[in-house]
């Protein structure tokens, strides 16, 4: 007769019963996310519709823009896509603290590479305040032209994405510190998190390659 497994060994992310089937919660986070890029799909449009009537103000613009900064900014955010995902895995194998001295990367749990995503999270939505203070000096506003329109509104959009995602991790991990165990739910929405952090950093890349990059 084969041993029936202790809930020991089980993972926190199929505790509360064996959870085969996709969860709800995730299968509507990845519906919605579609509907988002739909809309960054019309910000997209927009924006190369606009920039094709009017190439020289872009030209004019574009000049101004500091790339390398931007470039340190998009590395801190693509990043943190890897940082959130070591995360994941620790909520999958039901770690959720780390094992070990906090300097011990390897020992870490969902809590140290949440917090970790958290903050570099942040420090890109530091580094976008800082660029958008130096286009203002610049005479780029969003109510100057065409082009300080739509910078603003294609950046500014998914910063409030980002904003939203670290509110979420800042849910997850409060989430973690008043349970008393980790649980399949906790694990669940780790989880779901780390598709939206994922989505905005995509989406992230693709505008800075159309801003930045796309002469």
Not at 58 to 74: C, I, Q, R
Not at 93 to 111: D, E, F, P, Y
Not at 116 to 129: C, D, E, K, N, P
Not at 159 to 174: D, M, Y
Request: aromatic fraction near 14%; proline fraction near 2%; hydrophobic fraction near 50%.
């Amino acid at each position: 007769m084969t041993p029936v497994a202790s809930t020991a060994t089980i993972p926190a992310s199929r505790l509360h019963g064996h959870h085969d089937r996709p969860s709800m919660v995730s299968v509507g986070t990845i519906i919605w996310l579609s509907s988002e890029l739909m809309f960054f799909a019309a910000l997209f449009a927009a924006y190369f519709t606009i920039r094709s009537v009017s190439p020289e103000l872009w030209a004019e613009n574009t000049a101004v823009l500091d790339v390398p900064f931007a470039s340190v900014n998009t590395t801190i955010l693509v990043l943190s896509s890897l940082t959130c995902q070591l995360g994941v895995f620790a909520a999958e194998r039901g770690q959720v603290g780390r094992t070990g001295s906090l300097l011990s990367v390897k020992g870490w749990g969902l809590r140290e590479w949440f917090v970790l995503t958290y903050i570099m999270g942040a420090v890109f939505i530091a580094g976008q305040a800082v660029e958008y203070a130096n286009l203002v000096q610049e005479d780029i506003t969003i109510q100057d032209s065409a082009y300080g329109t739509m910078f603003y509104l294609t950046t500014g959009f998914h910063g409030l994405h980002v904003t939203g995602g670290l509110i979420a991790f800042l849910f997850v991990l409060g989430r973690t510190l008043l349970a008393r165990k980790f649980t399949h739910e906790q694990a669940v929405s780790a989880i779901v998190v780390s598709y939206y952090w994922h989505f905005v950093d995509v989406v992230w890349i693709g505008l800075f390659a159309t801003i930045y990059l796309i002469k």
